[in-house]
């Protein structure tokens, strides 16, 4: 439900459109309307019945979303602010030519998107978690992102990770829904390979995405290769222990014959010892899982910093030295905060401030 109480048009499915529009062929008209022809309003619909129309306009809300700020970065990232219909922050960035990152060597253009406002799950090194959760997205406003970007940018994103504000899995249901919009024929067509799903690691659901047929990819946030390590940096980690994720992790791997990858923000003093990378290694190599290495950000208010590059290296060399698949990520759009949650909470913060 929105706030004008009603179900958005673009929180729906192909079957729950025909149910509604007779004759059935309606339903691909109106998703080609959504789609294809991505009109505003349902009054541009103009090869339906205008009592139709009507009745959609009466039934349905077709929210729209606000680009509040684009910030470009010096290499290219640019990372957007947007205003939902209830006024509420969130921010996608999207990231050009990134082969190294997810999917294939031929991805282009990359969407990092918002699942939540804010993040209930509070792990130290982010900026989403400082002021807590305020509620979930719907379906339409996670497709809203990649649409409103495609549109301002004039070129089509190619590869989507869920890896903005928010835990995806805590929102399990909308975020399946928007997927199937996402990657459906007659939504926006982004095959399941091109989209990855992060998660802080919240096993129930790791176990559930298993068992759905999509073949979405999964990254999953290590940050800490021991429980002693891990739980001081991420809280959830004392809900669901190390054991307990790698279990879900196998359970992933095997269920859909896939790698995952881990994400690993090194973090000076905290996570980056020797003997964590051997043991990242141990757990990497156990799942045939590779290692993505991102060296933490700086975000006001907290006191952490990122390893010299020299120890990043060594980092990166003894997980490579034990034959693990790893990249060490240079940090796009530093200059732009562009580690998800950064600008909402700088802008939210300069609004209360004025
Ligand atoms: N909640 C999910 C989805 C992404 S979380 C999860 O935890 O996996 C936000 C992501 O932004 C992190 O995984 C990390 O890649 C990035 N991020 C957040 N804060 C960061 C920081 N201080 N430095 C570097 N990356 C950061
Ligand atoms: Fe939430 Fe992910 Fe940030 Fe942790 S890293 S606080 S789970 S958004």
């Known amino acids: 439900m929105t706030a004008s109480g009603k179900c958005d048009i673009k929180s729906l499915q192909l079957d729950e459109l025909q149910s509604l529009a007779q004759p059935s062929y309606r339903a691909r008209q109106i998703t080609d309307w959504l789609y294809k022809k991505r009109v505003n309003s349902f009054a541009e619909m103009t090869d339906l019945p205008q009592v139709l129309r009507t009745k959609l306009a009466d039934d349905f809300s077709f929210e729209k979303i606000e680009i509040m700020r684009i910030l470009g970065?010096?290499?290219?990232?640019?990372?957007?602010?947007?205003?939902?219909?209830?006024?509420?922050?969130?921010?996608?960035?999207?990231?050009?030519?990134?082969?190294?990152?997810?999917?294939?060597?031929?991805?282009?253009?990359?969407?990092?998107?918002?699942?939540?406002?804010?993040?209930?799950?509070?792990?130290?090194?982010?900026?989403?978690?400082?002021d807590g959760w305020k509620r979930n997205l719907r379906p339409n406003e996670i497709v809203n992102q990649i649409m409103a970007v495609e549109k301002e940018g004039g070129e089509r994103i190619d590869n989507i990770v869920f890896m903005g504000m928010g835990e995806p899995l805590a929102n399990y249901d909308n975020v399946i829904r928007a997927i199937q919009i996402i990657n459906a024929p007659w939504g926006i067509g982004i095959g399941a390979r091109h989209i990855t799903i992060s998660t802080s690691g919240l096993v129930p659901e790791i176990r559930k995405l298993a068992e759905q047929p999509l073949q979405i990819r999964l990254a999953v946030s290590l940050h800490g290769a021991s429980d002693e390590v891990r739980s001081q940096i991420m809280p959830v980690n004392r809900k669901y222990n190390l054991s307990t994720l790698l279990e879900a992790c196998r359970y992933f791997t095997s269920r859909k014959k896939q790698r995952i990858t881990f994400e690993y923000i090194l973090i000076a003093e905290v996570n980056d010892s020797d003997e964590q990378a051997r043991k990242l290694a141990k757990q990497a190599h156990a799942l045939d899982a590779k290692i993505n290495l991102i060296p933490y950000n700086n975000v006001e208010g907290l006191d952490w910093a990122r390893p010299s590059p020299n120890r990043q290296k060594r980092f990166l060399a003894i997980l490579r030295a034990a034959g693990v698949r790893a990249t060490l990520r240079r940090e796009k759009g530093d200059d732009i905060a562009a580690a998800c949650g950064q600008l909402r909470l700088q802008t939210e913060r300069a609004v209360i401030n004025a």
């Open 73 to 130: 970065s010096t290499d290219t990232t640019r990372k957007f602010l947007f205003r939902l219909s209830d006024r509420n922050l969130i921010e996608s960035v999207v990231i050009p030519a990134s082969p190294a990152l997810y999917g294939s060597p031929s991805d282009r253009r990359t969407i990092c998107v918002s699942t939540q406002v804010g993040c209930a799950y509070g792990c130290k090194f982010c900026a989403s978690g400082l």
